[in-house]
């Protein structure tokens, strides 16, 4: 069966410092992997969205960047937070062409 | 661009049935998913319309008219665990999945 997690579950940075978000799956091969933000009582906010190894496309400007150096492993990053940049942040993977994601556990984030 | 509208809250009694609907403006068309999110969770897949009409799955079915943009959820014979936020969800053109701005249901005893 396949499962998907990332990681860190939680975490509290400071203004400026770097982040490193990673989703792993497991169970299937050439996923669709994505990229989701969540504020707080709001909705989700595609960031990006990845077809295959390198192929990423950014949904929003912002000082996020994602890469998928692996088919199945996707990393979002920063090189300096924001406080903007707080927000549960949510990966997941879908087989092509169909409407049904599969979400990880996702990653709560607050900037201070 | 893509854009869906649903309405912020919704309350209803336990046993009761609730309706959340979804408008939906979009570039190309594949289908409308709708998703369920508890308080502090990641969001779970409950059903998915790619032709019109109604698609039952125990007591949620989701109902899709293309000619409208227009799709909903009829939550049936409520219970208190379905108080949670629900989401209606549009691919467009392409495999990426725009979200709603979400519903949450209050189900009271």
């Known amino acids: 069966s396949q499962t998907i997690h990332q990681w860190p579950a939680t975490l509290v940075q400071p203004v400026g410092s770097p982040l490193s978000l990673e989703c792993t799956v497991e169970g299937t091969s050439n996923p669709n992997l994505y990229w989701y933000r969540q504020a707080a009582g709001r909705g989700l906010q595609l960031l990006f969205y990845s077809i295959g190894i390198d192929q990423i496309s950014s949904e929003v400007p912002q000082n996020l960047s994602a890469s998928r150096p692996q088919d199945r492993q996707f990393i979002l990053s920063s090189k300096k937070l924001l406080l903007s940049d707080s927000g549960f942040y949510l990966c997941?993977?879908?087989?092509?062409?169909?409407?049904?994601?599969?979400f990880g556990e996702g990653s709560r984030l607050t900037v201070l | 661009g893509q854009s869906l509208e649903q309405p912020s809250e919704v309350t209803a009694v336990e046993g009761a049935i609730v309706q959340i609907n979804c408008t939906y403006q979009t570039s190309g068309f594949y289908g409308l998913s709708w998703y369920q999110q508890h308080d502090g969770g990641a969001p779970t897949f409950l059903s998915y319309?790619?032709?019109?009409g109604l698609e039952e799955t125990g007591r949620f079915s989701s109902f899709l008219s293309r000619s409208d943009s227009y799709g909903y959820l009829l939550l049936q014979e409520l219970q208190m665990k379905d108080s949670a936020s629900y989401f209606c969800a549009v691919n467009g053109n392409t495999d990426k999945l725009i979200f709603g701005t979400g519903t949450r249901l209050q189900v009271f005893p």
């Open positions: 997941a993977w879908s087989d092509r062409g169909t409407g049904e994601l599969f």
């Open positions: 319309n790619a032709l019109d």
